[in-house]
């Protein structure tokens, strides 16, 4: 067997054209979406995530604010600039790129974000929100991953409903918040979070209909673990380099064996990651549409 592909790409691409959509209504209101970025120092992986994401917002017609910070910025400097996103009208959503510097406390700086600017989805109060509300439609910022994933398996027209998931990885970003979306009633998916101190992952993995490896542990996910025609969807990135050459390349959490055996596997990269920079520009869009219907 070899595995189809989630193709995360391309459901992407029809997001963006979507969100055009919505973002031309919004303009014959007065309104223009404004994404916001928070970006302290100057890692290359961030500075790159930060600009795609901006390249992005012009792709669809949403405006961008940038708060660039230098990486000895203090915590006084960067709760200030969360402060200036908070209070800047033309900023509807924004995102404080992770990961803060060393010595940050995160937890503070993240729960200054105002709730209904939260683009990430993961403000304690919004995911309080998915914890409470689990019939009722979400009228707030989804996390994007958790919630791209999701988007990514019904447009393949992956059935989730009663679907046993196995996750790996207990993250705030991916593992954890995923669980309160697939268990929704909406979703009504079964969830078994799994990580480092799981006993047996493998006898967990066997049994999965579907698997979100979102782990950071390149190859966790074997293709001897995984049952015939279940669905892998590859979250992990791990950055390995060549002793010899001394180059360096991403990796996921899933063997490549895994292809031979699934029914369906996310690339990586071109599956979760594409849609993950797609449903932020959904965030963005949805508190822009939810703050022009607070103000008329
Ligand atoms: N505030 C946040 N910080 C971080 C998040 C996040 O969701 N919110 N996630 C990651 C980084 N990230 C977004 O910020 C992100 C990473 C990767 C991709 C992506 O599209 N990857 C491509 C491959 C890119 C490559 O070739 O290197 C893919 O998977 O196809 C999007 C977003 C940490 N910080």
Redesign the pocket.
């Known amino acids: 067997m070899t595995a189809q592909t989630l193709d995360?790409?391309a459901v992407s691409a029809q997001i963006k054209s979507e969100l055009t959509v919505r973002v031309r209504a919004l303009a014959e209101q007065g309104t223009v979406p404004g994404l916001g970025t928070l970006l302290v120092g100057d890692d290359p992986?961030?500075t790159?995530?930060?600009a795609?994401?901006h390249r992005d917002c012009a792709e669809v017609g949403i405006a961008s604010i940038r708060e660039d910070l230098p990486a000895d910025a203090t915590q006084e400097d960067i709760e200030a600039a969360v402060r200036r996103l908070n209070d800047d009208p033309a900023c509807t959503g924004y995102?404080?790129?992770?990961?803060l510097p060393r010595g940050i406390d995160t937890n503070r700086v993240l729960e200054l974000v105002d709730p209904e600017k939260d683009a990430?989805g993961?403000h304690p109060t919004n995911l309080g929100r998915l914890v409470l509300r689990t019939n009722e439609p979400v009228t707030s910022s989804l996390p994007?991953?958790p919630a791209g994933i999701i988007d990514l398996l019904e447009r393949h027209g992956i059935d989730l409903e009663g679907a046993h998931v196995v996750v790996v990885g207990r993250g705030t970003?991916v593992g954890r918040s995923i669980g309160l979306l697939l268990t929704r009633k909406a979703v009504n998916a079964t969830v078994t979070l799994t990580h480092t101190g799981t006993r047996d992952l493998s006898t967990h993995l066997r049994s999965a209909d579907v698997i979100v490896a979102a782990a950071g542990v390149p190859g966790i996910v074997r293709a001897e673990d995984v049952k015939p025609g279940a669905v892998v969807v590859d979250v992990g990135?791990s950055r390995v380099t060549d002793p010899e050459t001394g180059t360096s390349r991403?990796v996921g959490d899933v063997d490549p064996g895994v292809l031979d055996v699934a029914g369906w596997v996310s690339?990586?990269?071109?599956?979760?990651?594409?849609m993950?920079?797609a449903m932020?520009l959904a965030n963005v869009v949805g508190t822009a549409e939810r703050q022009a219907a607070a103000g008329a």
């Open positions: 995360g790409k992986g961030s790159w995530y930060v795609g994401k995102i404080v790129q992770l990961p990430d993961l994007c991953t970003t990135v991403v690339p990586n990269p071109g599956g979760v990651g594409p993950t920079r932020l």
